[in-house]
C-alpha cells in the first residue's frame, strides 16, 4: 500500500482499467532494465491528475503529439516493440470518461504521460 492521499473519480471501471494498463505497459515498455517507472497523482480542480514517468530515452519533440494516433510508432532506430494502438485506446478511454491527456518529455530524460479525470466522470 502507498501512503498518500485518496482521490476518487467516478467512472467505469473497464474503461478505467484500459487507460492505466496501456498507459503502465508502454512505460514499462520503453523503461530500461533496473529502472523506474513513477506514478504520482493529486487533486486538481474537480478532478484527479495522474502521472506517470519512465526512465526511457523520451520521444522527439516533433513527435509527442502523435503518439496517441492509432498505429503510431517511433522512427526506426527508437522502436521497443508493441502495435502502436496501447496510447491511443488510453486517450480513446480517457475523453470517453470526460478527461485528458498528454505527454511530454521529462528532465532530463524519459517520458510523462499526464492523465487528467473528473470527479463525476461520464463513462
Known amino acids: ?5 485518496a482521490l476518487t473519480v467516478q467512472a ?15 512505460a514499462l515498455q520503453h523503461t530500461p532494465a533496473n529502472s523506474n517507472v513513477t506514478v504520482t497523482w493529486q487533486q486538481a480542480g474537480e478532478g484527479a491528475e495522474i502521472r506517470v514517468c519512465d526512465e526511457g530515452a523520451g520521444v522527439p ?8 494516433e492509432p498505429f503510431r510508432r517511433l522512427p526506426s532506430g527508437t522502436r ?3 502495435h502502436g494502438i496501447g496510447l491511443a485506446i488510453a486517450r480513446h478511454a480517457v475523453e470517453t470518461l470526460g478527461g485528458a491527456i ?14 487528467y479525470l473528473p470527479r463525476g466522470g461520464r463513462g
Open 1 to 5: 500500500m502507498i501512503p498518500g492521499p
Open 12 to 26: 467505469d471501471r473497464y474503461l478505467l482499467r484500459a487507460v492505466i494498463e496501456n498507459v503502465l505497459r508502454n
Open 61 to 68: 519533440e516533433d513527435e509527442l503529439e502523435r503518439i496517441f
Open 80 to 82: 521497443r516493440g508493441g
Open 102 to 115: 498528454k505527454a511530454r518529455n521529462g528532465d532530463p530524460h524519459g517520458l510523462e504521460i499526464v492523465l
